[in-house]
């Protein structure tokens, strides 16, 4: 092996990669590790009754035996703002640190006390921004760090449906968590372009709860964002509209919308197998990878030591070869003139 290809072996760093991934939504937290044959294994499911997140989680941790671990975080929408902003004219990685300046008209919070993040709108001169509280940060870490799990990415759900299906440029979703309320999401392109969340229409409106009226006003607010977004889309048009709906039924829902709207309506999964909410995201988590948005930005992740243990052994290492390359080139000449 030449000394050039050691120096690229110890001296380059091999990018992290997510071996956990978890998901925090109203009604509890999913989470699953990563196979490195197999890719994830089975995704656990642990209910919320109160507020006591970290506790969960925490027991959760500890049951699947998660340590030395790498984990991104998706978090439900009850958990963070997001707001359209436009593009700061600050470079990419320095809006973490702009934003809050950015938003502290639009929040209560104080600057200090958020985190925020962005991305870019397509071709526009606007960038969606998330934001969330830097205590709730500080503490998902504390209980991670508990378990020697190292947090590499907090996304947001917004973000992460909006990977679900690369295959389709602009759709889109309908979709509930358990405890939840309906959501209405649209994305052009990877990136989330309208949320909003549907008030009145209660779980489940299918199976033996079944009641007309009730997917008669879910169709007519699904109808209302698709006219608005008509108006604002000048040179895109949305015509597919996908299901992800826990506690229903989403084929007999599937065949109510599609006689109510004028676009297709299909379920958001290929797959026959319907699956809950938490589990698609776990998985298309998994699969979004360290890509998008992170409110969990570099300036609060521990700062890199430039000289730990297996640098100084590498340095060593590579001292020795080089000193040993020098060694059989000149001491057979020394000998020689000897």
């Known amino acids: 092996m030449s ?42 499911f642990y209910e919320l009754t109160d507020n006591n997140w970290d506790f969960i989680l925490s027991s959760a941790l500890k049951e699947n035996q998660c340590q030395n671990l790498n984990a991104t975080v998706t978090l439900g929408s009850h958990l963070y703002q997001s707001f359209q902003l436009e593009k700061p004219t600050v470079p990419k990685d320095e809006w973490p640190v702009a934003l809050p300046f950015l938003l502290k008209d639009l929040i209560t919070e104080r600057v200090t006390d958020i985190v925020a993040d962005g991305v870019e709108l397509g071709d526009s001169n606007k960038i969606q921004a998330y934001v969330v509280v830097k205590r709730f940060v500080e503490q998902l870490k504390q209980v991670l760090d508990h378990r020697n799990v190292k947090l590499l990415k907090i996304s947001p759900e917004d973000e992460v449906w909006a990977h679900a299906r690369q295959d389709v440029p602009a759709y889109m979703l309908l979709h509930r968590s358990q405890k939840s309320d309906f959501k209405i999401g649209a994305f052009v392109n990877q990136g989330s372009i309208f949320q909003r969340t549907i008030r009145g ?5 299918t199976g033996e709860y079944a009641n007309s009226l009730q997917i008669d006003a879910l169709a007519l607010e699904l109808q209302r964002s698709m006219d608005y977004l008509s108006s604002q889309l000048k040179q895109v048009q949305i015509n597919k509209l996908f299901l992800c709906c826990d506690d229903e039924n989403n084929e007999e829902l599937r065949e109510a919308l599609q006689e109510r709207l004028n676009v297709m309506v299909e379920p958001l999964l290929l797959v026959d197998t319907q699956h809950q909410s938490g589990e698609v995201l776990v998985n298309e988590t998994y699969q979004l990878g360290l890509k998008g948005a992170n409110l969990y930005p570099p300036h609060l992740q521990p700062k890199k030591e430039m000289f730990n243990l297996d640098v100084v052994a590498a340095s060593w290492l590579v001292l020795f070869l080089i000193m040993m390359a020098i060694y059989s080139v000149y001491i057979p000449v020394i000998i020689e003139d000897a």
Do not use: D
Not at 4 to 10: N, P, R, V
Not at 22 to 38: A, D
């Open 201 to 205: 229409v209660e779980s489940p409106i």
């Open 3 to 44: 000394i050039h290809s050691l120096l690229q072996k110890f001296m380059n760093r091999r990018a992290e990669e997510p071996s956990l991934s978890i998901v925090m939504l109203t009604e509890g937290i999913y989470l699953s590790k990563v196979n490195p044959n197999s890719g994830l294994e089975s995704v656990s």
